[in-house]
T-cell receptor, first 114, second 115 residues
Framework: TQLLEQSPQFLSIQEGENLTVYCNSS?????LQWYRQEPGEGPVLLVT?????EVKKLKRLTFQFGDARKDSSLHITAAQTGDTGLYLC??????????????FGTGTRLQVFP | DTGVSQNPRHKITKRGQNVTFRCDPI?????LYWYRQTLGQGPEFLTY????????KSRLLSDRFSAERPKGSFSTLEIQRTEQGDSAMYLC?????????????FGPGTRLTVT
């Protein structure tokens, strides 16, 4: 059972466009992390959100954690070719599942064309 | 600035052979995790250690897999009698339990190909 669903799975856009990636679950997470991964490399941590309703910004990237801590979104403004990669959300279900392992989403592959 | 390192980066082996991978975590991190990632999927949890104690193992970790962290620093993941289905990227991550966020930082991975 996949606990975290991401949408869309694939996204192909031109430089300058805006986009939003969604990460949804029926489970509550104590925190949620977003990673970006390039081919042949490990995931790189972008941000951690902890509080329901929290919004964090990282330059052109805006991350939001849902009020009920079951979902999250990543919005990129004015995408650049350097944003190309696989975006992964990952939840920590410490209270729900009594574990600190990361439960990863299905991933969103973003391609930004010049 | 030393992040998580993994060796080797790539390993090609024949079915039935044993392989061992090494992970060196960020030096002050007391937790170390192993994940496996197949093409087009997100990483899946295998096991994790706090210091030298192995606290959790996934059902994905069959009897052919064993992980150790003998001195609470580096860790090794061994796969015995490899099968083609073991072909994947093996990722190591580390975190610190101080601060409360337990953010995990990943290494570059070891790509295993079983022929």
């Amino acid at each position: 059972t996949q606990l975290l669903e991401q949408s869309p799975q694939f996204l192909s856009i031109q430089e300058g466009e805006n986009l939003t990636v969604y990460c949804n679950s029926s489970s509550v997470f104590s925190s949620l992390q977003w990673y970006r991964q390039e081919p042949g490399e490990g995931p790189v941590l972008l941000v951690t959100v902890v509080t329901g309703g929290e919004v964090k910004k990282l330059k052109r990237l805006t991350f939001q954690f849902g009020d009920a801590r079951k979902d999250s979104s990543l919005h990129i403004t004015a995408a650049q070719t350097g944003d190309t990669g696989l975006y992964l959300c990952a939840g920590v279900g410490r209270r729900t599942y009594n574990t600190d392992k990361l439960i990863f989403g299905t991933g969103t592959r973003l391609q930004v064309f010049p | 600035d030393t992040g998580v390192s993994q060796n080797p980066r790539h390993k090609i082996t024949k079915r039935g052979q044993n392989v061992t991978f090494r992970c060196d975590p960020i030096s002050e991190h007391n937790r170390l995790y192993w994940y496996r990632q197949t093409l087009g999927q997100g990483p899946e949890f295998l096991t994790y250690f706090q210091n030298e104690a192995q606290l959790e193992k996934s059902r994905l970790l069959s009897d052919r897999f064993s992980a150790e962290r003998p001195k609470g620093s580096f860790s090794t993941l061994e796969i015995q009698r490899t099968e083609q289905g073991d072909s994947a990227m093996y990722l190591c991550a580390s975190s610190s339990t101080t601060g409360g966020l337990y953010e995990q930082y990943f290494g570059p991975g070891t790509r295993l190909t079983v022929t």
